[in-house]
C-alpha cells in the first residue's frame, strides 16, 4: 500500500489530534505531554498548534488512515535552527519507510524557508531512531539533557546542516 505525506492546515485538526493521542497512546515514554493533558484539549487548542506560524505539522497517510506524524518549529533557544519533534510512526508501519518519508518532510520544509539547520532530540538508547536520522544525514552533537517525564532518561540531540 502506499504511503503519502500531508501537510496540514487549521482545519484538519482532528486527523492531528487524533494521530497525535494515538502517539501518546502507544508511547508515552517519548513525548514530554501526556494523553491526559491533550486529551483535555479544545478544538482551538488544536487549531492553534496546526497555525502556520507554529511550524509544520504532516502526516503519513494510506488511503485508510493516518500512519504516523511529524511536526517542524523554531525554538528561541535552538539559534534559527528548525527542530523535529513529535515523530511518529504507528507499529504496525515501522520498518516500512514512513520514518525516512517524514523526515524527508521536515527537510524539505526547512529548505523552502531557507533555514540552514535541524536539530531533533531523540531518547537515548533508541537505535532505530538514531539509524532513522544517520540515514538523513544527521550526526549526534554531544548535547543531552534529562527526560521533562523522567529525569533518569537522557534525551541527546542530533543535528543536520543543510548548507552543503
Not at 64 to 76: H, K, M, R, S
Not at 96 to 116: I, K, N, Q, S, Y
Not at 142 to 154: L, N
Amino acid at each position: 500500500m502506499s504511503v503519502s505525506v500531508r501537510r496540514l492546515g487549521l482545519d484538519d485538526w482532528p486527523t492531528w489530534r487524533d494521530v497525535r493521542l494515538a502517539a501518546l497512546a502507544e508511547a508515552p515514554q517519548t513525548f514530554a505531554s501526556s494523553l491526559a493533558r491533550e486529551q483535555g484539549y479544545d478544538e482551538a487548542r488544536w487549531r492553534d498548534w496546526l497555525h502556520p506560524d507554529r511550524g509544520l505539522k504532516a502526516v503519513a497517510e494510506v488511503p485508510t488512515a493516518a500512519v504516523g506524524l511529524v511536526g517542524a518549529w523554531l525554538p528561541e533557544d535552538r539559534h534559527g535552527a528548525v527542530e523535529l519533534y513529535s515523530m511518529w510512526v504507528r507499529p504496525a508501519w515501522r520498518g516500512r519507510g514512513v520514518g525516512d518519508l517524514l523526515v524527508a518532510e521536515v527537510l524539505e520544509w526547512a529548505r523552502e524557508r531557507h533555514h540552514e539547520r535541524v536539530d531533533l532530540w531523540f531518547i537515548e538508547g533508541n537505535a532505530i531512531a538514531e539509524r532513522l536520522y544517520r540515514r538523513h544525514g544527521f550526526r549526534l552533537t554531544g548535547e543531552y539533557q534529562p527526560h521533562p517525564a523522567d529525569p533518569d532518561v537522557r534525551k541527546r540531540i542530533m543535528t543536520r546542516d543543510l548548507t552543503s
